[in-house]
């Protein structure tokens, strides 16, 4: 059950917008429209963003977005703002009946 | 407002087992499906396991089948992960997520996690 693949770390400057990637396969993102997104801050628990590749939790600012195009899902996030630096993680469901997470992607704002 | 409040973590030897617990609070636990989820220090997240909100169903990683057993005791509002033949790869943060209602594949309320290492 191999991770999702993240790019290690992206940066912006405070009101940019920046783009995560994660790419999975057929057997996961490609398969289904269940992925979701998590913001974790330093010795915090992560907390749900995104789900269903684009829809938002309640409480859950507009400036976050989701979509997804084959086997690739992606979370843009605009007007960056400094309490946005933490780590990103996608997920998906997969065929197996299991989930799995991607690697991880640290976003700093410069 | 909602708790989930993990225990049971420490440090055990490799091949010996360890129990975690996580105790719930401040929503309906028995209408949930629950997770274990774990971190490795400096690393990433790993799906650990889930069981159904009436415990008819689990599903694992296959990094831990056949060695962990995820259970619950509803009356309780307590979930458990039974960890045998313990590994040193096992070492991670455990934490206990609630899915986000009827969707069993999201994870929604987390608890603060508890370390578990395994070391000789």
């Known amino acids: 059950q191999s991770a999702l693949t993240q790019p290690a770390s992206v940066s912006g400057s405070p009101g940019q917008s920046v783009t995560i990637s994660c790419t999975g396969t057929f057997s996961d993102i490609g398969a289904y429209n269940f992925v979701s997104w998590y913001q974790q801050h330093p010795g915090k628990a992560p907390k749900l963003m995104i789900y269903d590749v684009s829809n938002r939790p309640s409480g859950v600012s507009t400036r976050f977005s989701g979509s997804k195009s084959g086997n690739t899902a992606s979370l843009t996030i605009s007007g960056l703002q400094a309490e946005d630096e933490a780590d990103y993680y996608c997920?998906?469901?997969?065929?197996?009946?299991?989930?799995?997470f991607g690697g991880g992607t640290k976003l700093t704002v410069l | 407002q909602v708790q989930l409040v993990e225990s049971g973590g420490g440090v055990v030897q490799p091949g010996r087992s360890l129990r975690l617990s996580c105790a719930a609070s401040g929503f309906g636990f028995s209408t949930y499906g629950m997770h274990w989820v774990r971190q490795t220090p400096g690393k990433g997240l790993e799906w650990v396991a889930v069981i159904w909100h009436d415990g008819t169903t689990t599903y694992y990683a296959d990094s831990v089948k056949g060695r962990f057993t995820i259970s619950r005791d509803n009356p309780k509002n307590t979930l458990y992960l039974q960890m045998d033949s313990l590994r040193v790869e096992d070492t991670a943060v455990y934490f206990c997520?609630?899915?986000?209602?009827?969707?069993?594949?999201?994870?929604?309320?987390w608890g603060q996690g508890t370390l578990v290492t395994v070391s000789s």
């Open positions: 997520a609630s899915e986000v209602k009827g969707r069993w594949y999201y994870f929604d309320y």
């Open positions: 997920s998906s469901y997969r065929t197996d009946d299991s989930a799995v």
